[in-house]
């Protein structure tokens, strides 16, 4: 995926909307004999965290001062929840509870690795306002491409991979989110040390569906407008991925989908984290228009055999007609997590 962040600003981030949890009960999706329909398309994807995360740590008085936040114990990839007994769901609530503070030291909830810490800072108010060293961020947004369309549960996935911050590298932990069918409008072309991608806009355009969960194998949630079910074609289980010839989808002009020849290089038994196999893009057009693999293009299904064996998910920087693709068994592992009512 392909996305950008608001911009950071010292102890606060631009407005948000508030935070609210989504909590749907779904029902089970199972990898094998799994009927899905192989979407494609790129989509815009706007998120909001479930509180307000710590992407740096800086010194106060213009430098000449060390961070309060960081020498309370606070570190990158944390997530403030509350800032003494006021719940925090934005930057602007943030910013309004942090204007109140004086020199006197505050509490702070901060979740970490699943765990629920309170870590008491002193603000720093020498310079009149008060000071907390911290940079935060609430939201994300960008492109990516929608991997599945399950008919009997209305959910999909797409990403292939989580939406991290790109400063901590921690998954973003999700408030809320929607996605959009987006249209590309421009592609920048890969090189070796020079990942491509596609531009795509989104603007204007109502949500297709919701975000329920961002996890390490993509995103997932229940679309509103429905691809045609009668397209849908059989997922394959982890060991049926076979080196040799496959296609990959994907909608590298407007909004049109196409299948391009790639061919499965490598596949990795076994593997617990989100590359299960190598591929390396054969198609000439593609190769001319995007270089190989583009940001943006994380998500794309792969089909090998008549079925849907996996996604695109990572690019090689130094070579951009090679690449990675996760197992769609992995993917939807999480779906049914999701479906099962597990926490993301």
Request: hydrophobic content about 40%; glycine content about 14%.
């Amino acid at each position: 995926m392909k996305y950008k962040t608001t911009k950071l600003k010292k102890a606060f981030v631009s407005a948000a909307l508030a935070i609210c949890v989504f909590s749907q009960s779904l029902p089970a999706v199972a990898a094998q004999d799994k009927l899905l329909v192989p979407v494609g398309c790129t989509v815009g994807i706007q998120m909001y965290t479930d509180g307000v995360l710590v992407v740096g740590l800086s010194a106060t008085q213009n430098g000449q001062a060390p961070s309060p936040a960081a020498v309370a114990g606070i570190l990158p990839g944390d997530l403030i929840t509350a800032l003494g007994e006021t719940k925090i769901g934005s930057a602007d609530e943030f910013k309004a509870e942090m204007s109140k503070l004086t020199g006197e030291p505050i509490s702070v909830t901060v979740r970490r690795g699943g765990e629920t810490l309170q870590i008491t800072l002193e603000p720093n108010v020498k310079g009149g306002t008060p000071e907390l060293g911290i940079w935060l961020r609430d939201s994300v947004s960008g492109i990516g491409t929608m991997t599945f369309y399950d008919p009997q549960t209305g959910m999909y996935g797409g990403l292939g991979h989580g939406i991290t911050d790109l400063e901590s590298g921690v998954i973003i932990p999700l408030g809320k989110g929607n996605i959009f069918y987006s249209t590309v409008v421009e592609i920048k072309k890969g090189c070796s040390g020079a990942p491509g991608e596609l531009c795509g806009d989104f603007s204007g355009k109502n949500a297709c569906g919701n975000i329920l969960k961002n996890t390490r194998f993509g995103i997932f949630g229940i679309l509103s407008e429905k691809p045609d079910s009668k397209k849908a074609i059989p997922a394959a289980d982890s060991d049926e991925i076979e080196l040799g010839k496959a296609m990959v989808i994907a909608n590298i002009e407007g909004m049109e989908k196409e299948q391009f020849e790639i061919e499965i290089t490598r596949v990795y038994r076994g593997n617990a984290d989100g590359r299960s196999f190598m591929i390396s893009v054969k198609d000439k057009r593609l190769l001319e228009k995007t270089g190989g693999i583009v940001q943006g293009m994380s998500g794309s299904p792969i089909i090998q055999n008549g079925k849907l064996i996996g996604a695109v998910t990572h690019v090689m920087v130094n070579d951009p007609t090679k690449g990675f693709g996760v197992s769609i068994e992995k993917m939807l592992d999480e779906a049914n997590d999701l479906a099962m009512g597990k926490a993301a």
